[in-house]
Each structure stands twice: as structure tokens, then as C-alpha cells.
């Protein structure tokens, strides 16, 4: 069969690191970076006679990311201890979730990629009229709390490992998803979602590379069209968005030429080895694990009322797919500028910011156009500085008050386009100064005095006749050398627009007169 005859079914395991200042059952420091075994206490290390005592915050963060991504909430959920040797785990069981997770059944929408290949997977898909592309549903089976372990050191040219506990009882939770993915760029889609999920929610920083964000991914393949699921691989140690889409295509590419040769894929756990591109066996997974869990008898269940939920659902942002459907619909942005700006909630919150301080010096007018001359900043100026200086747009100085007067100008038609790049420039240069008062300082401020304009290109154009005339012969290029000309003998910076159209005039009078 060829390759595209298989169809790769994909479900992710995520963990996430919640943002918490103490562990999730002591008070110990969570702060990244300590020195090595600088955050231990008798709790995160198991020390006998010691009891954990739940993290309200965690607690807070699991509802506030299963509210977020629809998920049902239990209303009474219990701890269990999850038993296995390793050297990173000194209790000999890591406190998690079996039975009862704190949230299951919710789900994220991705962007579609291709028509849905059987009938069943409709269900439960939503058009966004907005976007014109549909959205597709990937199931979270389950949500749950649980503490981290410690991580092991293997220092290259030693024999001995090393163990660093700091990690130890720093709190997570692990999404689990349905096997509904279909390719490694839908995996890819879906964990840049849960990324933005999880920042907009304040839970995490949700950084991969810091490992605030691990993810192991299964997959198996299929003939398109069968329902049946094939057998699974389990592969780990994916420490980017990058590597799990890399891994995935790799395993699919390995399943499916098993098959081709008559081979079976056995089910087994994976690393995938970035450097060599390929993913090598690490240990053949048991059909039950046992992991004898049962339920912690040191810790109460954690139960959550119809008040408490109310408080959890009004404390949620605004999520980024209804702030950025509200940036189109309301605000009057194209889909385009609303995907970018609202791609991460601090520079939304910029965006709507300037533009408020904009609204107050215009107070009224094409508030679509104002809206739009703020995105335009902000998606050419602000996030190229952004990006290049990898610094957060809360620490920039030009504040949205400050973005707003140049704005201002722009909208006033008093800098050109290219001139209000050089004052955004200069803003962050000089943050005490005022986008007005650093145009007039570099003489950037535009000329629209018509009269002034008109004589320089009523000039330019008397002393070009041979130019005028080969522009006449229908040559209409030559309209930019005229532009040209116009500006370079001005004195100041004349109105780019106004000189366009008062050229244009005189050419049209010599057509005119010819
Ligand atoms: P385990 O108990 O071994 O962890 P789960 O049933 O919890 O297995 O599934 C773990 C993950 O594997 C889930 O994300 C699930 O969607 C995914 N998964 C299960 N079966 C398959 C399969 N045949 N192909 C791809 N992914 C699968
Ligand atoms: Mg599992």
C-alpha cells in the first residue's frame, strides 16, 4: 500500500508545571535555578513521620485550566500514590491522581487541516464564521494534579550519577488526550494551543526548553478508513514543539515500512535522538503497569462546591480565540492583525491599551482605522523589537501611552510612515521624551502646506520637459523619479500623499495642454 494509504492516530500525555511560589505539599521554594538540593525538606523528600498538606494554588490553577478547556469538574477528587523505584524519587511513590482526576472530558480546538475522514469525527465540530477555516476538537481525556520528581545528573565524563532533589513535590498536572490527532503538525498545533492556554491562564510559563512543558506522544497508524487503532508506540524525550513533530514523522515513516514489509510494530517506549533524527527503544512497555496505587491516606479529598466554581469560572480571562473573534467583530480588525496581537495576552493587553489612549486624543472619528494604525505599529515596530531583543513587551519603554501619541501623528497625517518608524526608534532610545516633541527635535514632522508643495513641484516639473515628456509617451514610472525630486529639494518633509497628488495635477494639466 503507499505510505498515504496509513492514516498516523496520535494522543499526547503533557506535563505541565504550575506557577507556584511553594510545592504542592510543602512549603519549600519552587524558584528555578537554586543550587542543587538548596529546596529540600523532609516532606519532598519522604522522610518518615512527615505529612504533606495541600497547595491551595494548585489546586486553584488544575480548575482554572479545566475550566478553560471545558472540561467537567469533580466535585470530589483523591490523591494516590503511584509506587515505582528510581533514584529521583526517594519516598518510593510519587503522589498523583488515578481514579479521580480533577477535571476529565474537556477538550481544545485546533485548526482543521483536512476534511474529516470518517463521518464520526464530525461530531462535536464547530465553524468559526470568522476564521472561514472549521476547527477541529481534540478530546482531553483527563486532567490531573501531581507532584514532579527529582532529576538525575549523568556528568559525561564521570562514572557516578548525580541528584539534584529541588524538582521533588514541585507541583504539575498532566493532560492527557484522546487518541484524536492525525498528524504531526496537528500534535504541533495542538501543543502551541495549550501553550497559549495555559500563559493566558497565568498557570505556567509553559516554557518547553525549561522544561515547564514535557510531552510524550503516542502514536500508531492505521489503514485510512479502518477503525480499528494499530499498535502504539510511546515516544519520549521530545524537548520542543520542533522535536515532537520531528519524532512523530519519523515513527509514523518507521510503523508504516514495518508494516509495508510484513513486520510487526511492537508496542514499546521511545527516545527519540535529536541529533541522529531517529528514535531508539528504551524499554519494552508491560501490558499493566503495576504501580500499586491507592489512595493517600495522609492527604483529605479535595472537594469543590457550586461556589467555589463560580469563583474559579470569574476569575478566567478572556480566552484567545474570544479576544481575537471580539478584535474582528468588534474592534474591526482583519483576521490577520487579530491572530497576531492576540497570540499572547500581554500584547493584547498593549494593543488595547494604546488604543484606548488613542480614542481619548481622537475622540471619535474611523475608530476601525484607529484600530488598525495602532496594530500596524505594534505588529511592525513593538514586536520586531520583541523579537530581536527577546524582551517582554510590559518592560518596553515605549509604554501604550507613549505608542498612542505617535499614533496620534500618524493619524493626523503630521509623520510619514517612514518617518514614524524613525520616532518609534528614537522613543526607545529617549523614554523620557514624548513622540511630538522627539519629531520636532529630528525635524521629522511632515509638511502638508499645500501651497509650499505645489511650488516645488511645479518646479521640478518646468525644469524636467524631457522627463515630463517621455512620462506623457506613457512611461509612468518616471512618477517615482518626480517623487523623488520633490522631496530632495524640499525643505522639511513634505507630506508623501499630498506630493503624489499635486504631481499628478500638474502632469495631467501638461497632458492637458500638449
Ligand atoms: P497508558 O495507560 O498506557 O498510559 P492510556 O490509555 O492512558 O495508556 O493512553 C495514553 C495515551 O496514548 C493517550 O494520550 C491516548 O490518547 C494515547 N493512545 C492510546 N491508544 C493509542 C493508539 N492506538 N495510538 C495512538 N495513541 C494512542
Ligand atoms: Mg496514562
Given at each position: 500500500m503507499p505510505y498515504d494509504a496509513y492514516e498516523p492516530v496520535i494522543g499526547l500525555e503533557v506535563h505541565v508545571q504550575l506557577d507556584t511560589e511553594s510545592k504542592i505539599f510543602s512549603p519549600d521554594s519552587t524558584a528555578f535555578g537554586a543550587d542543587p538540593n538548596a529546596q529540600v525538606d523532609p516532606v519532598s523528600l519522604g522522610h518518615p513521620g512527615t505529612l504533606p498538606v495541600l497547595n491551595g494554588r494548585a489546586v486553584h490553577h488544575a480548575l482554572r485550566l479545566g475550566v478553560a478547556t471545558h472540561a467537567k469538574i469533580s466535585r470530589r477528587s483523591v490523591f494516590a500514590r503511584k509506587h515505582y523505584f528510581y533514584p529521583d524519587l526517594p519516598k518510593g511513590y510519587q503522589i498523583s491522581q488515578y481514579d479521580t482526576p480533577i477535571c476529565y472530558d474537556g477538550y481544545v480546538e485546533i485548526e482543521r487541516e483536512d476534511a474529516p475522514s470518517s463521518p464520526d469525527e464530525e461530531a462535536g465540530d464547530d465553524a468559526d464564521p470568522t476564521r472561514g477555516a472549521s476547527l477541529k476538537r481534540v478530546g482531553l481525556t483527563r486532567i490531573h494534579l501531581e507532584e514532579d520528581a527529582g532529576k538525575s545528573i549523568h556528568p559525561e565524563a564521570d562514572a557516578a550519577s548525580l541528584i539534584d532533589y529541588n524538582r521533588c513535590g514541585v507541583p504539575l498536572v498532566e493532560i492527557v488526550t484522546e487518541p484524536d490527532l492525525r498528524s504531526p503538525h496537528e500534535a504541533y498545533q495542538f501543543l502551541e494551543k495549550l501553550r497559549q492556554i495555559v500563559r493566558y491562564l497565568q498557570?505556567?510559563?509553559?516554557?518547553m526548553e525549561e522544561g515547564s512543558l514535557r510531552c510524550d506522544a503516542n502514536v500508531s497508524v492505521r489503514p485510512r478508513g479502518h477503525s480499528d487503532f494499530g499498535t502504539r508506540t510511546e515516544l519520549k524525550n521530545l524537548n520542543s514543539m520542533r522535536h515532537v513533530e520531528d519524532a512523530l514523522a519519523y515513527e509514523i515513516t518507521r510503523q508504516i515500512a514495518a508494516r509495508e514489509r510484513g513486520a510487526s510494530v511492537s508496542q514499546q517506549t521511545l527516545l527519540w535522538d535529536p541529533d541522529a533524527g531517529v528514535t531508539r527503544p528504551m524499554r519494552t512497555k508491560e501490558?499493566?503497569?503495576?504501580?500499586?496505587?491507592?489512595?493517600?491516606?495522609d492527604l483529605v479529598p479535595i472537594t469543590v462546591d457550586e461556589d467555589r466554581l463560580d469563583a474559579v469560572r470569574a476569575s478566567l480571562p478572556e480566552m484567545p480565540d474570544a479576544r481575537r473573534r471580539r478584535f474582528i467583530e468588534d474592534v474591526g480588525l482583519p483576521p490577520y492583525d487579530a491572530g497576531v496581537l492576540t497570540e499572547e495576552r500581554e500584547v493584547a493587553d498593549y494593543f488595547e491599551e494604546t488604543l484606548q489612549q488613542v480614542f481619548k486624543r481622537t475622540k471619535g472619528g474611523d475608530t476601525q482605522a484607529q484600530a488598525k494604525a495602532v496594530s500596524n505599529h505594534i505588529m511592525t515596530d513593538v514586536l520586531r523589537v520583541l523579537n530581536e531583543d527577546d524582551r517582554s513587551v510590559d518592560d518596553l519603554p515605549v509604554t501604550p501611552e507613549r505608542l498612542a501619541q505617535l499614533v496620534y501623528l500618524r493619524l493626523q497625517d503630521r509623520v510619514s510612515s517612514s518617518a514614524g518608524q524613525e520616532v518609534f526608534e528614537r522613543m526607545m532610545e529617549e523614554p523620557e521624551k514624548s513622540a511630538g516633541k522627539i519629531a520636532d527635535e529630528y525635524d521629522?514632522?511632515?509638511?502638508?502646506?499645500r501651497d509650499a508643495i505645489e511650488s516645488v513641484v511645479a518646479s521640478v516639473v518646468d525644469e524636467n520637459e524631457e522627463k515630463v515628456r517621455t512620462y506623457l509617451d506613457g512611461?509612468?514610472?518616471l512618477l517615482g523619479f518626480f517623487i523623488g525630486q520633490v522631496m530632495q529639494r524640499f525643505d522639511g518633509s513634505p507630506n508623501p500623499k499630498l506630493v503624489r497628488e499635486l504631481l499628478n495635477e500638474h502632469l495631467e494639466r501638461r497632458r492637458a495642454e500638449a
Open positions: 498557570v505556567s510559563d509553559g516554557n501490558e499493566a503497569h503495576d504501580y500499586r496505587y491507592f489512595p493517600d491516606p521629522l514632522i511632515q509638511v502638508s502646506d512611461k509612468e514610472g
